[in-house]
């Protein structure tokens, strides 16, 4: 018999495709345990301020297919100081909340962790596009942000084919560059540039579209991570100069986080919403959890936050070979 009778869900930072699904299992597996589910809006905002909304079968119904979050999200200033972490707690308490689940990436599990050391157990489910949450193989919003951003490309390369342009494509993943090299080997792209490499343009990227020219190509692709060192406007001036093409410069941006989750992030987000209810019922708290090979995981918050993930060598190594 578990101690738990009333837990609080929130999602925080900026959202991700199937982040409905995941409050969705989370109220969901409380009504099954007989648990209280109180939604608590915008973020860490909402836990300072006591803005909540009770989940019930009702109000859950149908949200897995939606895109954004129905619990709105924020960046939380005020909970970063030590008097908004204590205003949260005292909210908490006031809520009679047992136990928190928090649905971001790690701005949002390090808001997990203040609270956790307040007292107030809390469990992170790791969901960002950027999927850059080390303990984690796999976040949720990732697979669709990775359609969404090769659907508009297939359609950028149709245009770049008919007009023989050359296409330079930012995509976001914040410091990390693992949607930007998953959609460069999905597009077929030309060249990539990620943070974690340390690229040498000209020998790399203008070499690429070189050889793929002399090869008989007349029109290329290249992506470029948002936090590359060289940003997509300065690379195309690169490619100008050295090549004399003139490419064309389309920022992805948040149309990336938006649209319906794919089926991959509504099973994963239904899958890690129930386990992370399920723990928080065994009273297992300050705990991340994870998607690992298909398998599911929990680390402790802290050591969740000291590891590091890199990109898949294997994977950079596959785009470098297979993609002109
Ligand atoms: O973390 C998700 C993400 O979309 C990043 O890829 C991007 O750098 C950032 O959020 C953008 O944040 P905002 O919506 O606050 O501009």
Redesign the pocket.
């Known amino acids: 018999m578990s101690n738990i009778k009333r837990i609080g869900v929130l999602t925080s ?2 959202d991700a495709p199937g982040m409905n699904a995941a409050v969705r299992a989370v109220a969901r597996t409380c009504i099954h345990h007989n648990v209280e589910c109180l939604g608590i809006k915008r973020g860490y905002n909402g836990l300072i301020s006591g803005d909540i909304m009770p989940l019930d079968n009702s109000n859950v119904s149908g949200i897995m297919r939606l895109g954004g979050t129905i619990l709105f999200t924020a ?1 939380c200033d005020e909970f970063t100081t030590k008097e908004g972490q204590e205003k949260a707690k005292a909210t908490c308490k006031y809520l009679g909340l047992d136990a928190l689940i928090v649905i971001g ?1 790690d701005g949002t599990f390090r808001g997990a962790q203040a609270v956790s050391e307040l007292g107030v157990g809390a469990i992170g489910i790791p969901a ?3 999927n850059d949450i080390a303990c984690s193989n796999y976040t949720i919003g990732f697979d669709s942000a990775c359609n969404t951003a090769v659907e508009c490309i297939d359609k950028l390369r149709d245009t770049m084919l008919s007009h023989e342009r050359c296409s330079v494509v930012e995509v ?3 410091h990390a560059g693992h949607l930007a090299l998953y959609v460069a080997i999905a597009c077929g792209a030309t060249a990539v540039l990620v943070p974690e490499y340390d690229t040498d343009i000209d020998n790399s990227i203008i070499e690429r579209i070189r050889r793929s020219r002399i090869g008989g190509r007349t029109h290329f692709v290249i992506i470029v991570a ?1 936090g590359a060192a060289c940003g997509a406007h300065a690379l195309s001036e690169k490619i100008n100069e050295s090549l004399g093409i003139e490419p064309k410069v389309t920022i992805l941006g ?1 149309i990336q ?1 938006g649209g319906a989750p794919t089926a991959r992030d509504r099973v994963t987000a239904s899958r890690l919403g129930q386990y992370a209810v399920n723990l928080a019922l065994e009273g297992k708290l300050g705990r991340v959890v994870a998607m690992n090979s298909g398998e599911l995981f929990d680390y402790d918050i802290n050591e969740a936050l000291s590891m590091t993930k890199g990109l898949r060598e294997s994977l950079y190594d596959n785009m470098n070979v297979v993609s002109w």
């Open positions: 930072g900026g960046r990436g960002t596009i950027d976001m993943g914040r948002e948040h986080r």
